[in-house]
């Protein structure tokens, strides 16, 4: 312990390598894996009637398919099931032309292959000629077409034969299995925030120099579940984002990586807690695909998780170290983790209860009872006297209030409705309609204002007048715009007149002429 604080320092205090005694959850019956650690699909197909033939179209992949023992047994009865069937034809080649019978095979006669007496120097024969080694003492005569026919298939069997058996082997031999045993998977997946994020994290190694190019990872979720038309999946499927959006799902795979899947409101893991993992059945399994740097070939590697080996408020310890001149990773430390502060809670408890608690979670609307003060209160005057709702409010309020009250409330109801239906009033008597108004005046309004303008002005004019206080009017008024207040108060327009009739106003040419008419 005193080791590992002076290598990490003293934030890695609390270390626990043991998995026993990580968790303390109840003790669960092992179940079947979907898919076992070293990577293996515990997956058997049964029942496939007369399917089975699919398999000998492909014989080539078949072979390659099945087990190295199974393989070497094919293999040796292949060559010498072939080796014996052409060793007996050369034998029968020989017993038919009575080569058997001349022993010795003396200069007069001329056999067919010579120096073969039997079955076991025709077996010779035969294994010379596939072999290429040409001892020389065996071999062809001229006068022997059929040997020279079977010759010839001899050559072409063993060609495709030797190019059948030895391609599978060199295929099986080449396979990028066995690369995967050089990729390392932690034991154990762990749960704990990140960036202040609820994840589940994993980690992955390389232990070759050689490296994995384009290697990427995924990981699948397999759980049983029962959509809401009653249908059962068993062994549902389901896809787990590690960084597929913002690449991080590509890796560089030359030191030991944490592959980190960040638990949301999109994670199946949405609602699970500390308490429910205990419940929980499913499989999370991992993939790891990349190319062999040496061979070129595609070489995957699997590992799978179960509940049981999902650790919460666990973190990984750290393998990485400086030394002179690089980097060392220390693998004995690779699959231990350590105890973190996390929360027991689900991401979706969380949210709930940050939103249950949030300040602003809820907007507090101002109550009848206690109007807002300075010029809030004219503005909420404004609105509750528009507002259908503060209209039933107030007629509630009103039916409460002793007769006189009543009566009261209700000529200032009538007076307001009056005033909205005729055209408001001013204060001061002033009218408000632009009919009242003398013609000049009404020609400056028109002129001077724009439409919107004047109808925004004219609008808040008349809210002023309904609040019915005659200080704020008047405070209003004086902030109003010239033109405005010039039409709330207007003044008699003074026209000279240098006669006492208006012709006297006119030119003379045009008084003249008007004198001739």
């Not at 650690?37 to 072979?63: A, M, P, W």
């Not at 999370?284 to 995957?300: A, W």
């Not at 309020?397 to 007769?403: E, I, K």
């Not at 008597?429 to 632009?434: L, N, Q, R, V, Y």
Request: glycine share 6%; proline share 5%; hydrophobic share 35%.
């Amino acid at each position: 312990m005193s080791a590992i604080r002076r290598k990490f320092g003293e934030d890695y205090q609390v270390v626990n390598t043991n998995q026993d005694m990580t968790f303390s959850a109840q003790v669960k019956k092992k179940r079947q894996r979907f898919v076992e650690k070293n990577g293996r699909c515990n997956v058997q197909h049964g029942n496939l009637g007369g399917e089975t033939s699919r398999y000998i179209s492909d014989l080539f992949t078949t072979l390659v398919d099945l087990k190295w023992r199974w393989n070497m047994l094919i293999f040796i009865l292949t060559y010498t099931v072939a080796w014996l069937v052409m060793a007996s034809m050369w034998w029968v080649i020989a017993y038919i032309r009575g080569d058997l019978t001349h022993g010795g095979h003396d200069d007069s006669y001329t056999p067919c292959v010579a120096n073969v007496y039997n079955f076991p120097s025709a077996f010779l024969f035969f294994i010379e000629t596939e072999a290429t080694i040409g001892y020389g003492y065996r071999y062809i005569t001229e006068k022997c077409p059929e040997g020279i026919i079977l010759f010839l298939f001899q050559s072409l069997l063993g060609s495709i034969v030797d190019a059948f058996l030895i391609g599978c082997m060199f295929i099986k031999m080449s396979q990028p299995k066995k690369r995967a045993e050089t990729l390392m998977f932690s034991q154990d997946a762990v749960i704990s925030q990140r960036d202040g994020k609820l994840c589940l994290m994993f980690r992955v190694g390389n232990l070759r120099n050689s490296h994995m190019v384009s290697a990427q990872i995924r990981c699948k979720l397999i759980k049983s579940r029962q959509t809401p038309e009653g249908e059962f999946l068993p062994l549902d499927q389901c896809e787990l984002d590690v960084g597929f959006g913002t690449g991080a799902d590509q890796l560089f795979l030359v030191s030991p990586l944490t592959i980190c899947h960040e638990i949301n409101t999109k994670s199946p893991f949405f609602d699970l807690s500390q308490r429910s993992l205990m419940n929980e059945q499913f499989e999370i399994v991992v993939i790891l695909e990349g190319i062999v740097e040496t061979t070129g070939m595609t070489c995957q590697a699997r590992t799978s998780y179960t509940e049981d080996e999902v650790l919460w408020g666990h973190r990984f310890l750290p393998v990485m170290s400086l030394e002179e001149g690089f980097f060392r990773v220390d693998y004995s430390q690779f699959h231990n983790t350590f105890g973190v502060p996390t929360p027991p809670y689900s991401v979706k408890e969380q949210e709930e209860k940050s939103s249950l608690t949030s300040p602003n979670s809820l907007s507090v609307a101002p109550t009848p009872s206690s109007p807002p003060l300075g010029n809030g209160a004219r503005g909420g005057r404004r609105e509750r006297l528009l507002s259908a709702d503060y209209a039933d409010h107030a007629e509630d309020q009103a039916m409460r209030l002793p007769s006189k009250l009543q009566r009261m409330s209700s000529t200032k109801e009538e007076t307001f409705w009056r005033g909205l239906k005729t055209g408001a009033a001013l204060p001061g008597g002033k009218a408000s309609s632009m009919g009242d108004l003398p013609l000049s005046i009404q020609r400056l309004r028109s002129s001077s204002i724009p439409v919107t303008r004047q109808a925004q002005l004219e609008e808040q004019v008349q809210l002023l007048s309904l609040d019915g206080n005659a200080e704020e009017v008047e405070l209003e008024k004086h902030r109003l715009p010239a033109a405005i207040s010039t039409i709330s108060a207007p003044t008699p327009v003074q026209i000279s007149m240098i006669g006492g009739r208006p012709e006297d106003n006119l030119p003379p040419k045009l008084r003249r002429m008007n004198v001739d008419r």
